[in-house]
């Protein structure tokens, strides 16, 4: 089992940057598949980006492609999501998830283990 902490949202200006990070608990972090959801007021949450567990493979949805970057450090049990030229549409609670599979997939119901989310603003 794990257990994941998002920090690092916050309100930022369009065009602008944010890092939010993502701090696991555990000894077999590596072994998960990580990845970023975001959901914003009245949508569905939504895959944003994965990454794989020795961080060799991501996939980004293409509406972040080019803007966003999902990385992670296994020796910090950490995974972050450097988020620039943030629009306001990108305005949303950001959650950090894990999974047990091998593939980097974006269906919600394949990541068991949610973090309680960090809220990301974007001004216009």
């Known amino acids: 089992q794990v257990m994941l902490v998002e920090s690092g949202g916050g309100l930022v200006q369009a065009g602008g940057s944010l890092r939010v990070s993502c701090a696991a608990s555990?000894?077999?972090?590596?072994?998960?598949?990580l990845a970023w959801f975001r959901q914003a007021p009245g949508k569905e949450r939504e895959f944003v980006a994965g990454i794989s567990g020795s961080g060799s493979r991501t996939s980004y949805i293409d509406s972040v492609k080019g803007r966003f970057t999902i990385s992670r450090d296994n020796s910090k049990n950490t995974v972050y999501l450097q988020m620039n030229s943030l629009k306001p549409e990108d305005t949303a609670v950001y959650y950090c998830a894990a999974s047990t599979t091998i593939l980097v997939l974006p269906t919600t119901t394949l990541y068991a283990y949610w973090g309680q989310g960090t809220q990301v603003t974007v001004s216009s």
């Open positions: 555990g000894r077999t972090f590596s072994r998960y598949t």
